[in-house]
């Protein structure tokens, strides 16, 4: 290959939005995906809900498949990765041997599962989800009447859980900290999520640590806990984090700080390389250029648009507000902005249709919020706070509160 050309290592969500924005900008050359899977680029989001548990035959959900790569042209390297970044050649070198040069370099490696340290013969056993293949090992296991360990109360460990209560297994959810979703999530929703999980059967086990994790003759595993109980499973799901997939970045001697460090503008500390999605890590200008690092969907796919036009010299920052979101069984759960332990906290309880919770800086900004609700409905007052961080609006904490005082308002005013 000879054609210096737009090269994305990792075919995720970032890499393909980036490609295909690459030409939706204008870019004639070639553009090259490197991807270690067989598949083609696929949406995660479904592998911890409906693909472990609808009936028929499970597909990865295809971002780019066969007729849009040809539509826009752009080659894909499945079932191979990179393993050495030539900086001086400007090339990739690919597992397979194959040499991959590049003009403009984006790393859209994504990360990878947090591995569990914990004492006992078992916890090589333990299963985690971050791939499709991942997907179909768990679906596998998902049988109605078995006993379903999940360690971890974060939205993997708890949409796993849902889906495995789905499937009709009986579930125990392990969390060592204090409460479920610790990460970014106010401790309202936390209980609200908690009391849903519960209704649908599943039991905690909450501010107690692993001491080991252990497999019996008869093939049952035991996770013994520090308070002397034990969980009693027939399988085993960890889901504790992620970390960034970061090794081509090491290896080339690029700054790494929490992921490939880069500047506002999605670029490494070398001028020809890029990041964005999961690996990476920038600083958010809404929040006093705070470093961030974001395992969201719609990061990956706001970076992997934005980055596409950096690399073709657009220079322009990235400020897109954080957002997550998560469906909890017929409730959905989503998060805007960065909020601090210092923040107030602001209810606005919409009543059939949900609660918001709005968080306030010391200097009166609005700067977060959080709700939980049925599906759709608290999307387009979510939407309306979402606009007020953005803008930085400073509102009077009675007119978040009052449900009769239009969003719509506040941001007018």
Known sequence: MKDYGMVIVGAGEAGARAAVELRTQGWTGAITMIGNERWHPYERPPLSKHQLYEAGEPAPTTILGSDRLNEHNIGLLTSDAAVRINRQA???????????????????????????????????EMLYLRTFADAIRIREQLQPGKRVAVIG???????????????????????????????????QIAVMVEERHRAAGVKFKIGVMIESVDKEVSGEYVISLADGTTVNCDVIITGIGAIPEMTLAVTSELEVDNGVKVSELLVTSDPDIFAAGDCCSFPHPLYGGKRIRLEAWRNAQDQGTHVAGNMLGAAVPYSALPWFWSDQYDQTLQVAGLSETTDTTVERDLGEAGKLFFHVATDGRLVSVSGMGPSGGIAKEFRLAEMLIEKQVRPELAALSDPSRRLKELLRA
Not at 100 to 118: F, M
Not at 167 to 183: D, Q, S
Request: proline residues 6%.
């Open 90 to 124: 400007h090339n990739v070198e690919l597992v397979s041997g194959i040499q991959v040069p590049y003009e403009r370099l984006l790393l859209a490696t994504g990360a990878n599962p947090r591995k569990l340290s914990v004492q006992g013969n078992a916890a090589e």
């Open 153 to 187: 109360g974060g939205f993997i460990g708890l949409e796993v859980a849902a889906s495995a209560v789905t499937k009709g297994c009986e579930v125990t959810l392990v969390e060592v900290a204090p409460r479920i979703l610790m990460r970014g999530v106010p401790e």
